[in-house]
């Protein structure tokens, strides 16, 4: 294995540790000697690749939002009609929320911890491009009579919350109903036709 390989192989597994504590403990609760230790290396060498906890989120959270997003913007960008695509983009939200459970509400806590953070990491990896892809989307279809005219932000609203809600409180959920993790992802699962239909309910014209 040559020296670049190796440069790269030790990297993948930093952001891939740090990923998962940042997921499960929060910016604020995760730092740098404990993801040193779960990688194997020392403090100092962890320098070499990141030498902040910032430049590590960010690293981290580029690769969370490159996983998916890219995904999006195709489904987007398709000849599929406009429920056709959000019936696919809800599939491939609640497929990286199940991968990722603590994903939802991470971002929950960077939004309430330093949004103006989040924001700036994720407009440098291209988010806008992304979003102004949606928008424009959305109101296209509504020029066109396709869907409901309404605020963009209760389109939104609507969605998010229905996608994140069953992961943000996913303790809850499993407290009352006495689950478990794997009774959970089928619990979601019934919950994904029912978040489509409220969708369609929505916006459907005469809907």
């Not at 993801?35 to 906890?53: E, P, Q």
């Not at 279809?141 to 389109?155: A, F, L, W, Y």
Request: charged residues 25%; contains cysteine; proline residues 3%.
């Amino acid at each position: 294995m040559d020296s670049t390989t190796n440069v790269e192989n030790i990297e993948s597994q930093i952001i891939e540790v740090a990923k998962q504590m940042f997921l499960e403990n929060g910016y604020k609760n995760t730092n740098m000697c404990d993801i040193a230790s779960a990688v194997g290396i020392n403090r100092t060498t962890l320098h070499y690749y990141f030498n902040t906890k910032d430049k590590m989120f960010e690293a981290v959270f580029g690769t969370i939002i490159k996983s998916f997003l890219p995904k999006i913007k195709d489904i987007l960008l398709n000849d599929d009609t406009f429920f056709e695509k959000t019936d696919k983009i809800i599939d491939e939200y609640f497929r990286v929320f199940l991968t990722s459970p603590y994903l939802p509400s991470f971002i929950m806590g960077e939004i309430n911890r330093d949004i103006k953070h989040l924001l700036s990491v994720a407009y440098s990896i291209d988010f806008a491009n992304y979003l102004q892809i949606l928008i424009k989307t959305i109101k296209d279809e509504m020029d066109k009579g396709n869907i409901k005219r309404m605020p963009i932000h209760i389109v939104f609203m609507s969605f998010i919350s229905q996608i994140t809600f069953p992961f943000i409180a996913k303790n809850l959920i499993q407290e009352i109903l006495n689950s478990k993790d794997e009774e959970l992802g089928k619990i979601i699962e019934e919950w994904k036709p029912i978040v489509s239909m409220q969708i369609r309910n929505l916006l459907m014209i005469n809907g």
